[in-house]
Nanobody, 121 residues
Framework: QVQLVESGGGLVQAGGSLRLSCAAS????????MGWFRQAPGKEREFVSG????????YYADSVKGRFTISRDNAKNTMYLQMNSLKPEDTAVYFC??????????????WGHGTQVTVSS
């Protein structure tokens, strides 16, 4: 089992930027793909972005493509989500997820507790 802790959320104006971090411990970080999901009030949790075990493959939801960038540093056991040009509809709790597979987040094995991102108009 891997433990995941998110940080970097907060309140930002529309058009601004935030960088989320996800620190992992408890299992070899570089053995699996990682991802970010989000859940807005009254809505289901949705996929935002994913990254393969070595960072060679990245995936994005259409709603964030071109604005968000996912990355990982296996030496630091940390994954990041750089969010630019934020919109009020990006407001949600953002969750870090560890996959059970190496190349994509097909099945989530572990979740973080989430970090709140609020974008004001």
């Amino acid at each position: 089992q891997v433990q995941l802790v998110e940080s970097g959320g907060g309140l930002v104006q529309a058009g601004g930027s935030l960088r989320l971090s996800c620190a992992a411990s408890g299992r070899t970080f570089s053995n699996y793909a990682m991802g970010w999901f989000r859940q807005a009030p009254g809505k289901e949790r949705e996929f935002v972005s994913g990254i393969s075990w070595n960072g060679a493959r990245t995936y994005y939801a259409d709603s964030v493509k071109g604005r968000f960038t996912i990355s990982r540093d296996n030496a630091k056991n940390t994954m990041y989500l750089q969010m630019n040009s934020l919109k009020p509809e990006d407001t949600a709790v953002y969750f870090c997820a560890a996959s059970t597979q190496m190349n994509a987040v097909v099945q989530v094995g572990s979740w973080g507790h989430g970090t709140q991102v609020t974008v004001s108009s």
